[in-house]
Every structure is written in structure tokens, then in C-alpha cells.
């Protein structure tokens, strides 16, 4: 078992690994990249002023998509300077990426565990209710995860605004200031979103799992109800909420981004918003910074659970 | 259809209608009325009480932007673009991602296993990002080497293709549940073409799901808009927005910034006021908001509707064959 699950996961990394260069590389194949980004460095150094008489439609450049995806594979592979062009000007990539990096995965993990533990924390207490009474809470969480993600963390910003000029009182930094940036309220925002997924897919799951017989073999050999929610149901419900932990991630990168923007935070996400159009390596790169760690690390949580849930053979998938 | 969720169907779609109608009848009927929009308030007395913008109040409901226009009214006159160039590209997505579903179908498991591999690329960085690469070159980078066609189609046709991979893969799954019926293999013993069956058995179990498919991808288009929206793209009317250009050569042209009241366009033109008059972007995003909202009850009514319709009817007449029981069908048996 311990063979093929290597395999399965090493194919996995390879196929992820090709469509990363192959996305990365897409603007060559659509834009003739080199001559525009010239053009722009003569408007950006002020040598041309009218632009009018250029015209240029949408290609379809396969050689340039190929040489431009080979040559990301050598830079990546032998691991070279990479440059960036910001108005003008040449910068080195690394380690100011790195730097971003860094801090922006810091608040998206502390963001996402925070959503995590209150997510465990809520499911249990809605699933402590009677099932005529959790309606409410389950209409509650229907409406804010139907909220779009910008409208709440704008709302959340507002509102703190709000509560300073009522009361003087600053509950959290809300944005980037000479003093630093803001840190908490970042991880605050972070984990809310995130925590109505996994509260949402957790109390399917546990919903799921409590029509189950054992669990009525359970109460009927006099197991107690919180024994039987924290033990037996939650160990179920774990490989459901595993199995959706995927696309809630995306959905966290996506919220991370928005909350760079609007609490004005110079961070990973906006570091690729800012320069990966006129440089597509940096998204290249980006892509490969964010997938292998991630990667490993799901890899590892789906084989420990592979391994403790089917000791009888099949997939999760 | 239960009565919970017929009721969040008709919320929704009332919601959607009533915006759509308002929009439409506003630019025809209302606005070439219009008296220019008033910039100072002025009191009775002739004293002035504010100046535009004006926050939020009886006769701003939501506000008004910098020359006096109501904000409500700017949301409903560009509810029309937005909403309808959202039906346009959740259009576009499923009936590409249904070809490739089928397509994918066809396709043996190895290859099917390998498309789902490459997809999952996509689960490393967030659409936004995908669809901003592929757009920004065309509408503010390089904006000044692309018609008016490019720079509205093109887009368009990203924000389509970004989701086709996952959504083909979706279709082709469900598909593949479909076709594990027994029946499939009944229709396939008595003759029945691949795509006989496809179109006999396979699309009625299709159909609700697509439809669901639809209603959420409108809400996933509206969300790439707000989003790209506060990335500075966006799709209705930026045809004359080039910025660099104008700083460098110091050419005064600003007025096309929102051609049509496009809500993703007021975001990014209002982004910059967000800190002393919050609601210049408060006003689209809150209009995208309960949109999204409005949207996602429409698709959870329909999503609880999916259960098999023939399950009802025997069960009636079940009912009434067992109740008349008499001596007479008994028959004595040695």
C-alpha cells in the first residue's frame, strides 16, 4: 500500500508540477510579450509619447509559449538570478519573495487553524442542540457563507472604524502604518471565512454520521452523547472535512489576497497582483512556492489517515 | 420542492427580476428626464448644508458620488451590465464545460485521471489571480495596442475559460454516475447508440444539476468581478483607461472611467475614497453582496429539488389497491 501511495502521490506532483509551467507561461502564448514590455519601458523612460499608431490584436504564439515555459524549467531547475522589471527598473527576486512569503503563509496558516479550532468548537456546540433548533444557526451560517468574501472583510474593516470614532477606542491596527502592520485583525478575518466552511462541511458530515446505526448501538449501550460527538462521530467526520480541506485552502488564498489589498498590507499575494503581469515567472515561481510545501504536507495528513482509517485496502478519493 | 425552498427560489429570482426591470426602465423612461445632478445642498435660506459626496441619508440612500449622483441609482442603471454579463459567462461556462464533460466521458480512465491531475494546479493560487494575468495585459498594460472589441470579448472569453477545466471534470463525473445505471446497460444490449443514450438517459439526470451548475456560476462570475473589480479590471466600458500613459504624457483624459455604471468599475474607481467616504465602495460591493445573495438562494431552492420525481407516485397508488382487501381475492390454496 505504502508503494502505490508514493507513486500515486509522486504522479500527482508531476502532472500539478507541468500544468504550474504550462499556466505560467500562458501570457506568451497570447500577447507578444518581449515587443510590449519594450514599448512600455520607452513610455515608462519617456522616450516614446504617442502611442496611438501601434496596434497589435490577441496571438497565438505556441513557439514563444515553448521556449518561454523551457526556459522557466532551466531557471527552475538550476535555480538561477531571477529579475523582475517594476516601471523601469530591474530588481532581484529573492529573497524580498521569500521575505513575503514568509509573512503572508504565517498569517494564512495562524488564519486557517484559528478557523479550524473555533470551526470544531461551533460544530459542536450546534450539533449539542436539538435538530428543530439548529435550524437557526445553520441559516445563519447559510447567509454569511453565501456573502461575497470582500463585502465582510470591508464591513469588518468599517466597523472598527466605526467603533474608534464612537468610542476612541482601537480595537485592532487596521492597516499598514509608520508603527507596523496590522497583525491580528489580519488572522481575525482569515479564519473567519475559512471557519464557516469547515463549520458548514463538519456539521454535513456530523449530520451524515449521526443517522448511522452505530451511533444508536452507541446511546444504546449507555456510551454518553459528548463521548460519542468527540470520539466516535468526529473521527468520522475528520476524512469528510480532509476531503473538502483542499478547496477551502483555495478559498483562503483567495480571501488573503483580498485582505492584502484592502487593509493595504505589502504582502506575497500582492507582490504576484503587482509585477507577474509584466514578469509571468514570478506567478511561475509563486505557484511552486505555495504548491510544494502544501503539497507535501497534504500528502502526508492523507497517508497518516489513509493508513489509521483503511487499514483494509481502498482510497479516499 | 418543499415550501422552504420554493419560497428562497422566489425570493431570489424576484430579487434578480425586479433589479433587471428597474434597470432597464430606468435608462429608458427615468434618466433622459433627469435634471443635471445637484453638487451643493442648499438650505431654504440659502445657506449651504454639504457638499457632494454626500454620505448616506433619506435622499442618498446609498450615498452619493463626487458630482451628486445617487448611488442607488447609479447600482440600478448598471445592475443591467453586470448581472447580465454574469448570465452571459456562467452561459458560456457550462454549455463549453458540458462539450468537455462529454468529451472527457469519452476519453479512457488513465486520460480522465491525468486531466484531473493537471487541474488540480488550480487549487494553488486563487482564480482571481489566473484570470487577472490573463486580462490585465489587455485592458490596462498594453492598453493602448488593443481595440475596443479585444478588450471586452478577450476578457470574457478568460473568465469563461478559467473554469471550464474543473467544471468539464464535474460534468464528466457526473455522467459517469449516471451511466452506472442498469438501464445504460439495458439501452446498450437492445442497441442503443453512445450517443442515443446520451441523449435519451444520461441528460435527464443531467439537467437539474446543470441548471444548479448555472445559478452558482453566475454567483462565481459575480465574485471574479468584485474581486477583479478591486484589482483595478474590469470588463463594461474601460475602453479609454490608460492611466501610465495619461500621468506620463500629462493628457488630461479621465471622464471614461465608468462608461457604464458597472458595479466592479465603481469599485475600482472609488477603491482610492474607501478611507473618507466608505460608502463610494460600500454602495457596489453591498450591491454584489446581496446579489451573490439572491443568486445562492435560488440555487439552494433548486439544489433541494433534485430528488427523483416518480418516487411519489406509486406510493399513492399503493395506497389504494391494498385498502380493498375483501373475501372474494383470497382463493384456497390445498
Known amino acids: 500500500m505504502t508503494i502505490t501511495f508514493f507513486r500515486k502521490s509522486l504522479i500527482q506532483f508531476i502532472l500539478t508540477s507541468i500544468s504550474i509551467v504550462l499556466i505560467g507561461s500562458l501570457p506568451y502564448l497570447f500577447f507578444n510579450m518581449k515587443s510590449q514590455v519594450d514599448v512600455l519601458m520607452m513610455i515608462e523612460k519617456k522616450e516614446l509619447n504617442n502611442t496611438l499608431f501601434l496596434q497589435d490584436t490577441i496571438v497565438f504564439n505556441v513557439q514563444e509559449y515553448g ?54 468548537v461551533m460544530t459542536m456546540l450546534i450539533m449539542s442542540l436539538s435538530s428543530k433548533v439548529r435550524k437557526f444557526p445553520k441559516m445563519i451560517l447559510f447567509v454569511l457563507e453565501s456573502l461575497p468574501d470582500i463585502f465582510i472583510i470591508l464591513i469588518l474593516q468599517l466597523l472598527i472604524i466605526w467603533i474608534y470614532k464612537k468610542t476612541d477606542l482601537l480595537i485592532f491596527n487596521i492597516t499598514s502604518t509608520l508603527d507596523g502592520e496590522p497583525v491580528l485583525l489580519p488572522i481575525l478575518v482569515l479564519s473567519l471565512l475559512p471557519g464557516i466552511y469547515v463549520t458548514k462541511y463538519l456539521l454535513l458530515a456530523f449530520e451524515y454520521e449521526e443517522e448511522q446505526p452505530y451511533v444508536k448501538l452507541a446511546l444504546s449501550k449507555g456510551l454518553s452523547k459528548w463521548t460519542i460527538l468527540f470520539v466516535h462521530m468526529f473521527r468520522n467526520s475528520v476524512l469528510t472535512l480532509f476531503n473538502h480541506f483542499k478547496s477551502i485552502f483555495t478559498f483562503a488564498l483567495a480571501n488573503l489576497l483580498m485582505l492584502e489589498i484592502i487593509f493595504d498590507i505589502e504582502g506575497f499575494m500582492t507582490f504576484i497582483y503587482k509585477n507577474s503581469v509584466l514578469n509571468p515567472e514570478i506567478l511561475t515561481i509563486s505557484l511552486f512556492l505555495v504548491f510544494v510545501p502544501f503539497f507535501i504536507v497534504f500528502t502526508i495528513i492523507q497517508w497518516v489517515l489513509e493508513s489509521k482509517f483503511l487499514q483494509g485496502g481502498g482510497t479516499l478519493d | 420542492m418543499t415550501r422552504n425552498s ?10 434578480l427580476i425586479g433589479l433587471m426591470v428597474a434597470s432597464f426602465g430606468y435608462s429608458h423612461f427615468i434618466e433622459p428626464k433627469l435634471a ?79 486531466f484531473k491531475g493537471l487541474s488540480d494546479a488550480l487549487h494553488y493560487a486563487p482564480v482571481t489571480v489566473f484570470t487577472y494575468i490573463l486580462i490585465t495585459p489587455v485592458i490596462l498594460t498594453f492598453s493602448w495596442s488593443y481595440d475596443l472589441t479585444t478588450k471586452i470579448v478577450f476578457p470574457c472569453l478568460v473568465i469563461i475559460a478559467v473554469s471550464v477545466p474543473v467544471l468539464s471534470l464535474y460534468v464528466q463525473e457526473e455522467i459517469d454516475l449516471a451511466s452506472n445505471n442498469e438501464f445504460i446497460d439495458n439501452a446498450r444490449t437492445m442497441g442503443a447508440s453512445r450517443f442515443h443514450i446520451f441523449k435519451k438517459h444520461i441528460v435527464p439526470f443531467l439537467t437539474p444539476k446543470v441548471v444548479v451548475t448555472f445559478v452558482q456560476q453566475m454567483g462565481q462570475t459575480l465574485i471574479i468581478f468584485a474581486h477583479l473589480g478591486l484589482l483595478n479590471v474590469f470588463i463594461g466600458g474601460s475602453d479609454t483607461r490608460v492611466m501610465e500613459y495619461d500621468i506620463e504624457t500629462g493628457d488630461a483624459i479621465t471622464e471614461t472611467f465608468t462608461m457604464s455604471n458597472e458595479w466592479a468599475g465603481m469599485i475600482s474607481d472609488n477603491f482610492q475614497y474607501i478611507r473618507s467616504f466608505p460608502w463610494m465602495v460600500l454602495a457596489p460591493v453591498t450591491a454584489f453582496a446581496l446579489t451573490i445573495l439572491a443568486i445562492n438562494f435560488i440555487a439552494y431552492g433548486l439544489k433541494a429539488n433534485r430528488k427523483p420525481k416518480r418516487v411519489n407516485v406509486p406510493q399513492e397508488k399503493l395506497k389504494t389497491t391494498s385498502m380493498s382487501l375483501d373475501k372474494e381475492k383470497f382463493r384456497m390454496v390445498k
Request: glycine content about 10%.
Open chain 2, 6 to 15: 420554493k419560497i428562497l427560489v422566489f425570493i431570489g429570482a424576484a430579487y
Open chain 2, 36 to 114: 443635471k445632478p445637484e453638487k451643493l445642498l442648499i438650505d431654504d435660506d440659502g445657506s449651504l448644508i454639504a457638499m457632494a459626496p454626500f454620505p448616506p441619508s433619506m435622499a442618498y440612500p446609498l450615498g452619493s458620488d463626487i458630482d451628486g449622483n445617487s448611488y442607488l441609482t447609479k447600482i440600478i442603471e448598471g445592475a443591467k451590465y453586470t448581472i447580465g454579463l454574469s448570465v452571459i459567462i456562467a452561459l458560456g461556462r457550462v454549455l463549453l464545460s458540458l462539450l468537455g464533460g462529454y468529451l472527457l466521458f469519452l476519453l479512457p480512465t488513465s486520460m480522465k485521471r491525468t
Open chain 1, 67 to 120: 521556449l518561454h515555459m523551457w526556459n522557466t524549467v532551466k531557471l527552475l531547475t538550476t535555480g538561477g538570478m531571477v529579475e523582475y522589471y517594476e516601471s523601469g527598473r530591474y530588481y532581484s527576486l529573492f529573497p524580498e519573495l521569500l521575505e513575503l512569503f514568509t509573512k503572508s503563509m504565517m498569517y494564512l496558516i495562524l488564519g486557517l487553524i484559528l478557523g479550524l479550532a473555533v470551526a470544531v
